[in-house]
């Protein structure tokens, strides 16, 4: 497993913007593909994006088409969620995820997935 800190949450108004980072433990983040999810209160945590051992290949749901882009930096160990055009049913905690090494598809079940970060709070405002 990968340890893994979320930042980069907190309070905007609709049709703002912000970036999550999250930022890994170790020397195998470049073996992972990498995801995000999110939990709004009184709900099922739900795939958000999803991102290859490369970042070649991403994969979004569709909610957040051409408004939230997946982006990785190996040499940083971090991953990214740049979002825009925020709507205020994005608003929830939203978690990374590390696939198990060598796992190198996007995957958009969170089974798949073996660690996880603590989560980072995003409120968007009407």
């Known amino acids: 497993q990968v340890q893994l800190v979320e930042s980069g949450g907190g309070l905007v108004q609709a049709g703002g913007s912000l970036r999550l980072s999250c930022a890994a433990s170790?020397?195998?983040?470049?073996?992972?593909?990498m995801g995000w999810f999110r939990q709004a209160g009184g709900k099922d945590r739900e795939f958000v994006a999803a991102?290859?051992?490369?970042?070649?290949?991403?994969y979004n749901t569709d909610s957040v088409k051409g408004r939230f882009t997946i982006s990785r930096d190996n040499a940083k160990n971090t991953v990214y969620l740049q979002m825009s055009s925020l709507k205020p049913e994005d608003t929830a905690v939203y978690f990374c995820?590390?696939?198990?090494?060598?796992?190198?598809?996007?995957?958009?079940?969170?089974?798949?997935?073996?660690?996880w970060g603590q989560g980072t709070q995003v409120t968007v405002s009407s």
């Open positions: 995820a590390a696939r198990g090494a060598y796992f190198n598809a996007p995957a958009r079940s969170a089974s798949e997935y073996d660690s």
């Open positions: 170790g020397r195998t983040f470049s073996t992972r593909a």
């Open positions: 991102i290859s051992r490369s970042g070649g290949s991403t």
